[in-house]
């Protein structure tokens, strides 16, 4: 008997901490992407914190060393000031630290079964008007185009939000959510930068650079002082504090990316732009020049509003309970995921092993709905619908 290959095949159901959904229960147990939270849902992290831990870690061993073996000697030789000014540094940055890493980015709630079956119909009527709605393998519009401000915007369809990202936002790979005016995925902060906490990462990138600085140039009068008053000159002050050259070492290799960093931000605040614009060159779309559009018109003004303006609420609400139809939205979804599960293992089954070529989605959907023959490239014209928005 011949031998056949056989390859285990994983498909998408929702995974969440509850087994069923009903109302009254709490959002952040249900909700999707690659998310920690903690305190009923009040604070959230990326699964992907290792390097968050190591951003702790340094500023932490880094502030400990300059407190217990420097502050002692500057206080009695120099100033009582040395440690009053690294509190309030250190106190400002460790805040915004955890004020960037644990709060809600700007995360764009994903689209119910009901609404993305609206945007499914709703599309294909618009870039298919000659052609019935049965057809099996449905082509429906994957960009829309929007007039705002004179402007032309290419809002893109997310397969995994399930619904077309606004301006300025973008998926985030890591976090595995919609960001609204998403910046970066920053690993040092185990979190992504976007509209709701990037204030909070600016003043940590700032303050940081400036704690740098300062247990740098304390370390430096340190060694200096002690050295002058050593018999033994430098090598005997170094074999006395060893922690004051460690930690020297340390802020000086940090403070060229930190200044560089700062210095990036500021133009970035300066202009009213993310770092996705600005890598990409702009905002994707028929108008190149649309990135005017967000500017305030003058420097003080994009700072004013990016660092002191209001700060929108949070769109997921992570608190609160789920209301009965989004419950059963929700539990509707999950039973058609089950559904098309155990449908592919059959198939599976039936074929003697071979491997599924893509795996099975809910469906309905502009992505479930296009076959690899007939789904249309980036270029086709109905990929787009055009919408003119006030």
Known sequence: MANTRTRTVSFPVPQTSVDSFSSGTKRW??????????????????????????????ILATSVMFFVFDCP???????????????????????TLMRTAFSDPGIIPRTLMDETEYWDTKLYSISNPSESQSTA???????????MKDHVLKL??????????????????????????????????????????YRYFYTFVV???????????????????????????????????????????????SLWSLLGLVGYHTYLVSTNMTTNEDI???????????SEMFSHGSVFKNFFVVLCGPRPPSYIDATAELDPHTAAMLQREREAHLANAQAAQVALDMRGGLAVQESVVRPLTPRSAVSDGARPTRSSSSNHATIAVA
């Open 29 to 58: 147990k249900v909700f999707p992407g690659k998310l920690m939270f903690f305190c009923g849902g009040r604070l959230m992290l990326s699964k992907q914190y290792g390097i968050f831990v190591l951003t702790l870690v340094l």
């Open 73 to 95: 000697y500057l206080v009695k030789q120099v100033s009582v000031a040395f440690p009053i000014v690294g509190g309030i540094l250190f106190a400002f940055t460790f805040s």
């Open 137 to 147: 393998n449905r082509v429906v519009a994957r960009y829309l185009d929007i007039q």
């Open 156 to 197: 893109k369809w997310c397969h995994t939000c399930k619904l077309f990202r606004p301006p300025r936002s973008s998926h985030c790979s890591i976090c595995d959510n919609c960001i609204d005016q998403f910046d970066h995925h920053c690993p040092w902060v185990g979190n992504c930068v976007g509209k709701r906490n």
């Open 207 to 253: 303050t940081l650079s400036l704690f740098a600085m300062f247990i740098f140039g304390s370390n430096v009068a340190h060694l200096v002082l002690r050295s002058q008053q050593s018999q033994g000159g430098f090598v005997e002050t170094i074999k006395a504090t060893p922690a004051s050259l460690v930690e020297a070492i340390i802020c000086f290799l």
């Open 280 to 290: 990409k060159g702009g905002f994707p779309g028929t108008d190149q020049n649309a």
